[in-house]
């Protein structure tokens, strides 16, 4: 079996785990957890699978119940990375009203996606370690999962421009990636101390956007 991860626009693979009494699900979802941890601080070729399975404390051969390889584990938690944050940033943005106008659609999204990734960090700095470590194969996917979610920062960029919500003097992609290259690097810096994930990201949204609104009209 030569399974490489999950694409954003499939489902990930295991059952739910909210299900009462779903011990499989459950115990795959702490490999994948333990996995992103150990993975973060040790990298692909440093990692083994009874690294991963003493601090999800289960017997390393039950990993394999789960994850036919190390790479498969591998590229399931890259995956699991970009997807968790596209979802729930998706999931956010249909939430809001009909007619909601593109610039509160932007707060939103740089809102929901830093919060993410404080909130599953371990998964941010596995993928950041990760990345340029792993094999070809499971680089093309990350990059793959990596360009659909872009997809969604260039429309919400785009859109905000199009109705004058931003100021036009600036190159879209440049500021596409400053923002999310900005937001990664959250997982290096946050500490509780900060303050909570929600009061961070909201703090992060206004002065971002501050610099990017359009000026009022001149009278």
Known sequence: MDNTGTPLDEE??????????????KTRER???AAAFVFSRKGFSRTR???????????????YYHFSSREELTAEVMARGVSY???TVMARLDELPEGTDNLTRLKTAI???LRCLIERSEYARANTKLNGQVPKHIQALHSSNEAKYGEVWRKLLRDAAANGQLRQDLNLSAIRMFILGAMSWSVE???PE??????VAHD?????????????PAT
């Open 189 to 191: 810096w946050y500490k």
């Open 49 to 63: 699978l009874s690294d991963i399975a003493k601090v999800a404390e289960i017997k390393t051969g039950s990993i």
């Open 111 to 113: 809102d929901v996606h």
């Open 85 to 87: 944050t596209y979802r």
């Open 31 to 33: 490999i994948l957890d």
């Open 194 to 199: 900060n303050g909570p994930a929600a009061s």
């Open 12 to 25: 990930e693979k295991g059952e739910p785990t909210d299900i009462p009494g779903n011990k499989s699900a």
């Open 204 to 216: 992060f949204t206004e002065m971002i956007l501050n610099g990017l609104i359009a000026p009022p």
